[in-house]
């Protein structure tokens, strides 16, 4: 974890990471169970066309069989039986398709289903859970894990079809030629330990490839986002030793690999016809001996070739049922994990506000918080802002100023204290009339992937065209939004157009007014700011700021003039209050954190560039 | 499963140039060349090993059972042990060998396509994507692993095996190849249809699934914007859409999918119920044996199996060969900023001289800088100031070789310094005498020390500490746990901004070079932090020629002298006081400035 900065998202988690060993592989399974058991009407259909499936596949060796012992060698009609044999071709085509069908659809659908929900639990989920989770981390709970799922599931129905024709073909073999039957099928159990040895033992090294894999491309990655550094110190052979390293790494990996697949899957082939060869040399002598006859003979053939792959799939399926069972583990540790935030059991609303009664005003009462166990970030902390008011809060790097704002959202609760609106502590409004609310311009702006309109219409989907523009307007955005390729209808986000720091910081300007919140935060909104630019959004922001309750968390002295008295925290309290201009005269903390820029106005500001 | 791999059209490449980079690829893998022949001589060997089973059953079943002559089948029998042993050495050979071939391929490949890339000059790195450049080394020499693995020999083994099954069976009985092949075309068509339909389908799911995860990733990463703004119901429905359109897509895959597997399912036994019909009328016609039938039937399976693989691995090939084309563009691609065979030596201190430099970006007409001349002398400070898009930090480049002069009108301007042609300098040289701090501290995974010591990799431990020591920052280091050896984590998350800042600012002080080529940064930090940098900066600068690109109006006092570009041209230079006097651009930039501050 980073250090705490007061700005940064780089919190210690107070959410509780479940990282224990997933060893326990019961609950994995009844997991599995459950989750099969919500989609069991699919699967059965599937199991049952995979039954016919199989019964189609077991007839043509009898067909053939009787084909050549009765059509060929008993001299009756060889298109009666010839027929047959199409016809269980239709049969087993029909139905190959079917199974394939089902066994697809309830697969995709599991992890289709699987993946929303999900989604949805983690919208809900409290902010401290994603502090404390890398995205990548729970992106691969709703895809690779999800993927295995898949995989397996898919199986199911072909496995236990499989499964099926397997019993019926050996039930046939036996009671036919017991002896034969016994002998030929033999090395096919072996088969199946085979497979499941070799999928036991190449699982770990593919992974292992992964890994090396992903390394090197951490080193290309890197070699191309620092180009800079490395062109600069002409450091390309240091790059270059380690993506050797890497490649070699790989290459050696790989072989390993491949030695345990030259080690299983020439057995894997082998085996097998060791029964197809003890069918033509026992075989061949009980027809020699009259105790059974050709077609018996290529039946046995077969019969036999038709095992060997569903033997192995068998163990595949096993194998993979293993890696779904951990992966639903997985999946079900983010299902499981309970949101800290939630609405209360009755909710209180908001008074309406008036003439004579304004709304917005805000009161923190002894509130103290600190991420997890650690220390009080805030500790004791009072303030109180009036309707309409516009308080500045400024101190130094982890003096808690962004944990307020957090506070202030519920994205985490006080630990004591309280935070009231109009009155009401903010535990006792619903989660919706909270954020309904309170209106945030994050420090960082984040867009979505969706056209300038629905960014700034985000509180208010269904807002007018009007609104949004006023909004935009106010928020001095409209005018650069018209010269956009598709003006407002322009799709931004990471694979959209790239707008500037300041423009992003408008558009959520915007967003904010839309939202048109009883209490407004702007948090730093300024510092992601080309400064040259930044007072444009300083004349944005006071555009908002008008005749609402605010709070601006700012650095530049600039910014702070924005609001009507300036707060000063320090180790997460209160410690002076007063307008900017009384604290620089009189309070020596005020000038200290200041001082950085402070030193002379001057450099904080910079010229066009 | 079927092949999961697809090439786009605009990717895909036509059969002349298949055969062409197919061709290059073989002369490439020259080191592996008897590796991959005698993988091929297995491959050969384990075709003819399959195609002999059925064959010895057909002869034990005419020759031995049918004559009752059990010696000949227990002669037959033995054979077949032999054959199938045979058949298990070769293929462990075969994996072994052609692995062996195929990684060793794919290791050369990685190595020599990143080492072209570090070759390349700072402008192929701003022209190209970063994340194409990404993936060419990552997933597009992955996706031949497959081909290399076992797809080409699959390839081979199954053209093989549909070639010599087909000459078999007509040597058996042509009458009979013919029925068998009735339903070929068929399964022909069928396949090629397939593979068409599945390409374009498979394209599909694979941009539905990105798009999905993309919504997924946003609805992570925003999931503070959208629970302030409480609009989870609305992302909800939003995720579900994307979700919804890759299970659509996943099924209208599978879809295609069905038929085509049904059909050959289909037509491999009504081919078996066609040779019984056909072969039993041969029988007792007297122009067949029921063994040649027996043998029909079992080897069917070789006449259709290939016809489907062979299709399917139609896309491997596809999908490699134009993955393994776009890495011999970068192969061949010439790097425009290149050493010379025979250096000059750069002496240790002296004036740097931009003399009438134009500059425009390659494939672009557009000139970014216009017959600029600047001299800057040795020790001295330059600020480059001017607004964005000027050519300021272009410029700044160009003064440290990360880029050439362009050619224009036939005159090729210079940098030099000492009076020495960059361009005639050895790279090491170069890059110890000039250096750029780039103004994002950018950290790769690896300690403290290894991110500094990127900059001089011979450097000792202790010269490491000096270079902080002497920028005043190894104070903010040591109080790290693990102090120097701190793992800075991926993109040095585990530092704040600042001290990514002094880690780029350490590097250059480790490399102490005569010349300092500083790109300032834009974003504030956070007042205490800065005062460090700030400080670390003042250190670093001094006795050295500077040359910034500046933002902050402190830095731009702090110069010698300023440069304004504006337009890709040097329109003003001069000292603070010299260009204020001048009322020109400068001028106005600076008071611009002045009424954009706050009232006090």
Redesign the interface.
């Known amino acids: 974890m980073?250090?705490m900065?007061d700005?940064?998202?780089?919190f210690v988690s107070v959410a509780v990471e479940v990282k224990e060993p997933l060893s326990d592989s019961s609950l994995g399974w009844k997991l599995l169970r459950t989750a099969l058991f919500e989609q069991k009407k699919g699967l059965i259909l599937g199991v049952l066309v995979g039954v016919f499936w199989a019964a189609g596949k077991v007839s043509?060796p009898q067909l053939?069989k009787m084909?050549?012992d009765r059509?060929?060698?008993g001299?009756e009609s060889?298109?009666f039986?010839?027929?047959?044999?199409?016809g269980?071709?239709?049969i087993?085509?029909?139905f190959?398709?079917?199974r394939?069908?089902y066994a697809?659809?309830e697969s995709?659908?599991i992890e289709?289903r699987l993946?929303?929900k999900i989604?949805?639990h983690?919208?809900?989920?409290h902010?401290g859970y994603?502090d404390g989770m890398q995205?990548g981390q729970?992106?691969s709970r709703?895809?690779s894990d999800l993927q295995q799922l898949q995989a397996f599931v898919v199986m199911i129905p072909i496995t236990l079809s499989n499964l099926a024709m397997v019993i019926a073909i050996v039930v046939l073999l036996i009671s036919s030629q017991p002896v034969l039957a016994l002998v030929a099928l033999s090395p096919l159990p072996v088969v199946t330990i085979l497979a499941s040895r070799f999928s036991r033992d190449i699982h770990p090294v593919v992974l292992e490839v992964q890994q090396e894999?992903a390394q090197?491309?951490?080193v290309?990655?890197?070699?191309?986002?620092?180009?800079?550094?490395?062109?600069?110190?002409?450091?390309?052979?240091?790059?270059?030793d380690k993506?050797?390293q890497e490649?070699?790494d790989?290459?050696k990996v790989?072989?390993i690999?491949?030695?345990i697949?030259?080690?299983f899957?020439?057995?894997l082939?082998?085996l097998p016809?060791?029964g197809?060869?003890a069918v033509?040399?026992i075989g061949?002598?009980r027809?020699?001996n009259g105790q059974m006859s050709?077609g018996d003979?290529?039946k046995f053939?077969?019969y036999i070739?038709m095992l060997i792959w569903p033997l192995r799939n068998l163990a595949m399926t096993v194998a993979l049922g293993q890696r779904a069972s951990v992966a639903l583990m997985r999946v079900n540790e983010v299902l499981n994990t309970p949101s800290l935030i939630t609405d209360p059991v009755v909710a209180f609303e908001l008074p309406n506000g008036s003439q004579t009664q304004p709304v917005g005003q805000l009161q923190f009462n002894n509130v103290i918080f600190g991420y997890g166990d650690n220390a009080p970030i805030i500790d004791d902390f009072n303030l109180s802002i009036a309707p309409g008011s516009a308080v500045a809060l400024v101190g130094?790097?982890g003096s808690g100023k962004s944990t307020i704002v957090r506070l202030l959202?519920r994205?985490h609760d006080v630990q004591r204290g309280s935070i009231k609106i109009d009155g009401v502590d903010i535990r006792s409004l619903s989660?919706?009339d909270l954020?309904?609310a309170?209106?945030?311009v994050?420090e960082e702006t984040?867009l979505?992937?969706d056209s300038v309109f629905d960014n700034i219409a985000?509180?208010q989907?269904d807002a007018s065209p009007e609104v949004v523009e006023r909004a935009a307007k106010l928020a001095g955005a409209h005018d650069f939004i018209l010269e956009l390729p598709h003006g407002y209808a322009t799709i931004l986000?990471?694979?959209g157009y790239s707008l500037s720091?300041g423009q992003r910081q408008r558009i959520a300007i915007a967003?904010a007014i839309v939202?048109d919140p009883r209490i407004l935060v702007l948090d730093d909104a300024t510092?992601?700011v080309?400064?040259?630019k930044?007072?444009e959004i300083?004349q944005a922001m006071a555009t908002v700021m008008k005749g609402r309750t605010t709070i601006v968390i700012a650095?530049?002295?600039?910014t702070i003039?924005l609001a009507d008295s300036v707060v000063l925290l320090d180790g997460g309290r209160v410690v002076a209050v007063g307008t900017h201009?009384e604290l620089l005269l009189n309070d020596e903390r005020y000038q200290n954190?200041?001082?950085?820029?402070q030193e002379?106005?001057?450099?904080d500001?910079?010229?066009?560039? | 499963m079927w092949g999961m791999s697809a090439v786009s059209e605009a990717d895909r490449l036509d059969r002349v140039q298949t055969l062409k980079v197919l061709r290059r690829a073989f002369v490439m893998a020259r080191a592996q060349r008897r590796l991959f022949l005698s993988a091929l001589g297995f491959v050969f060997v384990g075709t003819l090993v399959t195609l002999a089973?059925p064959t010895?059953?057909r002869y034990?079943?005419d020759h031995?059972?049918?004559t009752?002559n059990?010696s000949a089948?227990?002669r037959?029998?033995a054979l077949?042990?032999l054959v199938?042993?045979v058949?298990?050495i070769s293929?462990?050979m075969q994996?072994?060998a052609i692995?062996?071939a195929g990684?060793?391929f794919?290791?050369e490949l990685?190595?020599t396509v990143?080492?072209k890339?570090?070759?390349q000059?700072?402008a192929f790195?701003d022209r190209e994507k970063?994340g194409v450049?990404?993936s060419r080394?990552?997933a597009d020499i992955?996706s031949m692993?497959e081909l290399v693995?076992f797809g080409l020999l699959q390839f081979v083994s199954a053209f093989l095996l549909l070639i010599l099954a087909t000459v078999l069976l007509a040597v058996l009985s042509w009458q009979l190849l013919i029925v068998a092949m009735v339903v070929l075309p068929v399964l022909i068509v069928a396949s090629i249809k397939f593979q068409r339909i599945s390409n374009n389908a498979y394209l599909d799911v694979r941009e539905n699934v990105g798009n999905n995860?993309?919504?997924?990733?946003?609805?992570?990463?925003?999931?503070?914007?959208?629970?302030?703004?409480?609009?989870?119901a609305?992302?909800?429905k939003r995720?579900?859409l994307s979700?919804?359109a890759?299970?659509d897509s996943?099924?209208y895959s599978?879809?295609i999918?069905?038929?085509y597997?049904?059909?050959v399912?289909?037509?491999?036994?009504?081919a078996?119920?066609?040779i019984?019909?056909f072969?039993?009328?041969l029988?007792?016609q007297g122009t067949a044996t029921?063994g040649t039938?027996?043998a029909f039937?079992?080897l069917l399976?070789n006449l259709f199996d290939p016809v489907q693989q062979l299709s399917q691995l139609y896309n491997t090939v596809q999908s490699s060969t134009a993955a393994l084309h776009k890495l011999f563009v970068i192969i061949d691609a010439v790097p425009d900023v290149d050493e010379v065979a025979q250096p000059t030596e750069l002496s240790t201190r002296g004036a740097l001289v931009v003399d009438h430099v134009t500059f425009a970006y390659a494939g672009n007409d557009r000139e970014v800088l216009k017959d600029v001349t600047i001299s800057v002398a040795d020790g001295e400070r330059l600020a480059l100031?001017?607004?964005?898009g000027a050519g300021?930090s272009t410029l700044a480049k160009l003064m440290?070789r990360?880029y050439d002069p362009s050619e224009s009108n036939g005159h090729r301007g210079t940098v030099s310094y000492g009076g020495v042609d960059l361009r005639q300098a050895s790279?090491?040289d170069?890059?110890?005498r000039i250096?750029?701090?780039?103004q994002e501290g950018?950290?790769?995974?690896g300690s403290i020390r290894e991110n500094i010591r990127?900059?001089?990799?011979t450097a000792s431990d202790s010269e490491v500490e000096e270079a902080l020591v002497s920028i005043g920052a190894l104070e903010r280091f040591t109080e790290f746990p693990e102090g120097l050896e701190t793992d800075v984590r991926e993109?040095g998350?585990?530092?704040?901004a600042g001290e990514r800042q002094l880690i780029?600012l350490a590097?250059a002080a480790l490399?102490n070079p005569a010349v300092l080529v500083l790109d300032e940064a834009?974003?504030?930090l956070?007042?205490?932090?800065?005062?460090v940098v700030e400080h670390a900066l003042e250190s670093l600068m001094i006795g050295r020629t500077v040359i910034v690109?500046?933002?902050?109006?402190?830095t731009?006092?702090r110069a010698d002298r300023i440069g304004v570009i504006d337009h890709g041209e040097l329109v003003e230079l001069g000292t603070h006081a010299e260009l204020v006097e001048l009322k020109g651009r400068y001028a106005a930039?600076?008071d611009?400035?002045d009424r954009?501050?706050?009232?006090?």
């Open positions: 980073g250090r900065t700005a940064g998202t780089s043509v053939t084909g050549i059509g060929i060698e001299r060889l298109w039986w010839s027929g047959l044999v199409v269980a071709g239709v087993a085509g029909i190959t398709s079917l394939r069908w697809f659809r995709r659908w289709t993946r929303e989604f949805d983690l919208l809900h989920l902010v994603h995205t729970i992106m709703a895809s894999q090197l491309a951490t290309v990655e890197e070699s191309v986002a620092g180009v800079r550094v490395i062109k600069g110190f002409g450091a390309e052979k240091v790059q270059s993506l050797l490649a070699d790989i290459w790989s072989l690999a491949a030695k697949r030259s080690r899957l020439p057995a082939d082998l016809s060791l197809l060869i033509l040399g061949g002598h027809v020699i050709v003979l290529v053939n077969a070739t130094a790097t959202t994205f989660l919706n954020r309904t309170v209106g945030i994050f984040f979505f992937h985000f509180a989907p986000g990471e694979r720091g967003r939202s510092s992601a080309d400064p040259s930044e007072h300083r650095h530049r002295a600039g003039a201009e954190v200041l001082a950085g820029w002379s106005d001057d450099d500001t910079e010229v066009d560039n | 089973g010895l059953v034990g079943i031995g059972i049918r009752k059990g089948l227990n037959t029998v077949y042990v199938v042993i058949g298990y293929a462990r994996f072994i692995n062996r990684e060793g794919l290791r990685r190595i990143f080492g890339l570090q070759k000059s700072m790195f970063a450049l990404v080394m990552t992955e692993s693995q995860l993309s919504t997924l990733q946003e609805g992570i990463t925003g999931v503070r914007v959208i629970q302030a703004y409480g609009q989870q609305n992302r909800s995720f579900r979700n919804r890759l299970f996943h099924m599978v879809k999918s069905t038929w597997f049904g059909l399912e289909f037509a491999g036994i009504a078996t119920g066609a019984i019909g072969g039993g009328y029988v007792h029921i039938v027996t039937v079992l399976a100031v001017g607004p964005t300021k440290a990360l790279n090491s170069l890059r110890r250096v750029v701090v780039p950018f950290c790769f995974s990127i900059a001089r990799s993109r998350s585990r530092l704040s780029a590097r490399v834009t974003s504030n956070d007042p205490g932090t800065e005062a690109v500046a933002h902050r109006l402190s731009i006092r930039l600076s611009a400035w954009s501050q706050p009232q006090r």
